[in-house]
């Protein structure tokens, strides 16, 4: 019976580096190039698809779930946007480096050592989260299903992850890990890379419908990630639930 989506080899691997979250040119440097654009991205697909009028505090009483949210750098935000923040990551090191810097800001926001298939909640989520977690799960399916469980009707999916391409095996691993050493050697398995067909094929049994796919690319001359008609390497989606 499968009833686990924890990777303990990939929990380890970030455990070790948990201290380096909050370090714009350490570890995670990259992730937070990448957080912009994440950010304006789920902050204006919620506004448009809840239709949301608060200009002042924008996400509102929105219930979201970040699930793999290793230190907060996406469940800050969301909480100074507004929103009802709960993040969770099997790495305990992570939830107290993510306490820790909420706590230190004043931010409000409930972190939990879990994985998705053991969180127990009374109310179901508006939005979920799965940013760059999806190719770090022992179980891509039951994991999916399990977060697919957490979400309200007509409650929205958001999935970033990497495309199973040659070319995501030549830029995210032998050039982002290899030559550029962005991300340290191991970071990222090609086998688990997930091609957006096969993501859209598993959340369709889970009730989830495709509603936009976008690619994400890195200019290296504006030294930014942009959004691009080109999927081929990183991609983020969204789902709505039926």
């Known amino acids: 019976m499968k009833n686990n989506t924890i990777n303990k080899k990939e929990i380890d691997k970030f455990s070790q580096i948990a201290e380096e979250w909050w370090d714009p040119i350490g570890k995670f440097k990259p992730l937070h190039k990448f957080n912009p654009i994440r950010i304006s991205y789920i902050k204006d697909n919620i506004i448009q698809t809840f239709k949301l009028k608060n200009q002042k505090s924008p996400l509102k009483n929105v219930k979201i779930l970040d699930i793999g ?71 891509v399916g039951f994991f999916l299903k399990s977060c697919s469980n957490l979400l309200k009707k007509d409650g929205i999916m958001f999935v970033a992850t990497l495309n199973k391409t040659l070319k995501s095996y030549l830029f995210a691993i032998i050039g982002a890990e290899y030559i550029l050493r962005w991300l340290p050697i191991g970071t990222h398995e090609w086998e688990k890379f997930i091609k957006p067909q096969d993501l859209q094929n598993i959340l369709k049994k889970n009730d989830l419908r495709l509603e936009k796919l976008d690619g994400m690319e890195f200019n290296l001359i504006k030294d930014s990630w942009n959004l691009s008609s080109d999927s081929s390497v990183n991609y983020i989606a969204k789902f709505l639930k039926n």
Do not use: W
């Open 69 to 139: 949210c290793g230190g907060g750098l996406l469940s800050e935000p969301m909480c100074r946007l507004g929103a009802d923040v709960t993040g969770i990551d099997a790495s305990s090191k992570n939830i107290k480096v993510a306490k820790l810097h909420a706590k230190k800001n004043n931010l409000k926001i409930k972190y939990l050592c879990k994985s998705p298939e053991k969180l127990i909640t009374k109310t179901k989520f508006d939005v979920i989260l799965n940013m760059e977690i999806v190719e770090h799960v022992q179980d």
